[in-house]
């Protein structure tokens, strides 16, 4: 069981001190909080009986995803809040279901595993990979991860309805991993926010103008779709510059192995002789 806040798609209320309706809870692209997340009230559960467009089970300090009650709600679900927990890539899985139902969810655990990377990527299969049963929320357009604990490795399953991803304040450094993840996995997304990680330098964390500008460009070379990046909007001369950039760098890093070509096969003939 868990405390949240969730909208019905006809803004109904529930008086259990349970926040309902008309907007989810969002936060700053910096991972500051809008709206306060710190309701009183019951504890309670959405069930196949409730639909709700928007949930947010922030503030929780989960260390799992809680798929037995996001689950229920495939048909509805559009806004996930799961900011301010303490989730990562490979936490334990323990579900508050019946037997029935756990077997259930690992079924569909080892089958959007299968759809989402055809088990290359992950040859044991591991059913306690977190974020791998999103992908059953087919209309879900917007995840917010705040501040948990990401790593730039974290593995999505295949999700085309999501156009908004936070990602702020988590354990993310390594940029072209990261990047290129979101890139595969989530080909329709308009806006990125992941600022206050490692990888994404900016007056939030120390890193400098410079560093700044050229961590936009590279995401931006790599996901022509963006519209927005962290708190600002992408405009064409970015487009442009990072099309030019990255071109270019990609141009010299060919010239460079031709380069070095001949001088790797005369090393390796000099090598024969002797």
Known sequence: ??????????????????????????????????????????????????????????????????????????????????????????????????????QHYFGLFKNVLKSSCSGACCPSFNPYWNPVLLGQMERLSTLILDCNKYTSHVKFPYM?????????KNKINNLPVFVEEIRRKFPNIKILSMMNNEAAPSYFNGGSLTQYKDYRLYVISQIPGLEILDDTEVLERERAQARKTYRLQQSRHVSRKKKEEPSRKHKQTHAQKQ
Not at 160 to 168: A, E, Q
Request: proline content about 5%; aromatic content about 10%; some cysteine.
């Open 160 to 168: 085309p309805s999501v156009t908004t991803i936070c990602v702020n």
């Open 1 to 102: 069981m868990w405390r949240l806040s969730a909208a019905t798609s006809d803004k109904s209320r529930i008086d259990h001190g349970i926040i309902i309706g008309s907007s989810p809870n969002f936060h700053h692209p910096s991972g500051e909080q809008l709206m306060d997340h710190h309701t009183s009230g019951q504890i309670a559960q959405p069930s196949h009986s409730s639909s709700f467009q928007w949930l947010s089970f922030a503030y929780q300090n989960l260390t799992e995803i809680p798929y037995d009650a996001i689950l229920t709600q495939t048909d509805t679900l559009e806004v996930l809040d799961l900011s301010y927990n303490l989730l990562n890539e490979y936490p334990s899985l323990t579900f508050k279901s019946s037997l029935n139902d756990q």
